[in-house]
Nanobody, 120 residues
Framework: QVQLVESGGGLVQAGGSLRLSCAAS????????MGWYRQPPGKQRTLVAI???????NYADSVKARFTISRDNALNTVYLQMNNLKPEDTAVYYC??????????????WGQGTQVTVSS
């Protein structure tokens, strides 16, 4: 079973920066796309950014030019650098990985979530 462990959330003032990390662990797996989603209080979970194994990225319009997603395939880790944070970025951030393992192709695994709070 593949597990995702996130770190790097916290409380920051508007205009500040945070870097989230998410590491995948397990055995006999490979990772396709990895991404970050977020869920503000009382709202649905939405895509923030996604990156393919080859490094192609896509971002939600609300975070373009402020957030950068990257990954280290050797470490099975994805990162989200968040700059110029705004109060509306406050949410629980979830890591997602699309996994191939033991004959199963393309199933999704989620992290436990990490809280990001941006004060005004």
């Amino acid at each position: 079973q593949v597990q995702l462990v996130e770190s790097g959330g916290g409380l920051v003032q508007a205009g500040g920066s945070l870097r989230l990390s998410c590491a995948a662990s397990g055995s006999g797996f490979s990772i396709n796309a990895m991404g970050w989603y977020r869920q503000p209080p009382g709202k649905q979970r939405t895509l923030v950014a996604i990156i393919t194994r080859g490094g192609t990225t896509n971002y939600a319009d609300s975070v373009k030019a402020r957030f950068t997603i990257s990954r280290d395939n050797a470490l099975n880790t994805v990162y989200l650098q968040m700059n110029n944070l705004k109060p509306e970025d406050t949410a629980v951030y979830y890591c997602n990985a699309n996994i191939n393992q033991l004959g199963l192709v393309g199933y999704d695994v989620w992290g436990q979530g990490t809280q990001v709070t941006v004060s005004s």
